[in-house]
């Protein structure tokens, strides 16, 4: 009988798996009932990971409810049967209490190692580094000018009037410039500077398999991805930072490299006009300023 039963219970498992599979396919058009279609180099590394501990616990899932159920049935009170005492196996106890460790700690060696080869190797010379803010409830990003290259900036220098921190003493971040958007090349690697300017938040984007804290008076400067097709994603917070925590998005556009160019040409003429007209302002209001003291 036990026999017959364990060949019942791997049957169910195989054909649960099965249709497991064919879950995760249908997901490639719906993304229903599975994570959401990878848009990342090393996505499917984390996929890999996610796939496996779920068939993982399904199977061990139904092994165990398999047996509870067995035994219940077998073991069930019945008219003329005495109950008896059973101390149990110390063997059996010992395998069921290492086996989960030893699973454990492979999960944890694979998840850090592949995390670590992820987040940890080097940053291409020509990657595009955003900085990402996170405030409550938005995010703002700031993008190098003509010279690829942002200017210093520090979280101690954030002010309500410079929500970047940056360094108004460099050169280098006077054509940086702000977005509202997210705007991205496809297979281009993109390095984040990830800060908070009150509590925390999170840098949540479920299709690249990606999610960072962001801390206040920290710079998480370790975050980067390279996406591998266009597209227009969300990116969320998912750490409760308050009242308005549900409506904390902003929009990603992963274009092409044309597309981008074109539109990094136009916002940074715009922040060079914008530029221009203050500092004309700015000149105006000094001359009238000396007018008047004559």
């Known amino acids: 009988m036990f026999r017959s039963f ?19 396919a249908e997901t490639h058009t719906t993304n229903l009932y599975w994570a959401p279609q990878n848009a990342t180099v090393g996505g499917e590394k984390i996929d890999v990971i996610l796939n496996s501990i ?22 069930r009170r019945r008219e003329g049967v005495k109950a008896q005492y059973s101390h149990g196996n110390n063997k059996l106890e010992v395998v069921w209490t290492l086996l989960p460790t030893i699973i454990f700690i492979a999960l944890v060696i694979w998840s850090n190692r592949t995390w670590h080869e992820l987040l940890q190797s080097p940053i291409p010379p020509d990657a595009l580094e955003v900085q990402v803010v996170a405030y409550q409830f938005g995010w703002d990003f700031l993008y190098p000018g003509a010279d690829g290259k942002l200017g210093a900036s520090d979280v101690r220098l954030i002010t309500p009037d410079n929500k970047f921190g940056q360094d108004k003493s460099d050169p280098a971040g006077k054509d940086d410039f702000t977005s509202a958007e ?12 990830l800060r908070s300017r009150d509590v925390i938040h999170s840098f949540y984007v479920p299709q690249f398999r990606l999610y960072q804290d962001a801390i206040p008076g920290r710079t998480i400067s370790w975050v980067r991805f390279q996406t591998i097709r266009t597209g227009n994603f969300e990116l969320a917070c998912s750490q409760l930072c308050g009242a308005g925590h549900y409506n904390m998005k902003a929009k990603i556009r992963v274009v092409s490299q044309e597309e981008y160019d ?5 916002k940074a ?12 302002e700015s000149k105006d ?3 009238v300023q000396a007018s008047e003291h004559k």
Do not use: E
């Open 6 to 24: 364990l060949r019942f219970t791997l049957v169910l498992a195989t054909a649960f798996l099965l249709l497991a599979t064919a879950a995760h």
């Open 54 to 75: 779920f068939v993982l616990t399904t199977v061990v899932f139904i092994l165990t409810q398999a047996f509870l159920i067995y035994y219940l049935v077998k073991y």
């Open 182 to 193: 997210f705007v991205i090349p496809v297979n281009k690697v993109v390095h984040i500077l």
């Open 262 to 266: 074109k539109w990094f040409a136009g």
């Open 269 to 280: 003429q715009a922040h060079a006009a914008a530029a221009a007209a203050s500092a004309t």
């Open 285 to 287: 209001q000094n001359l």
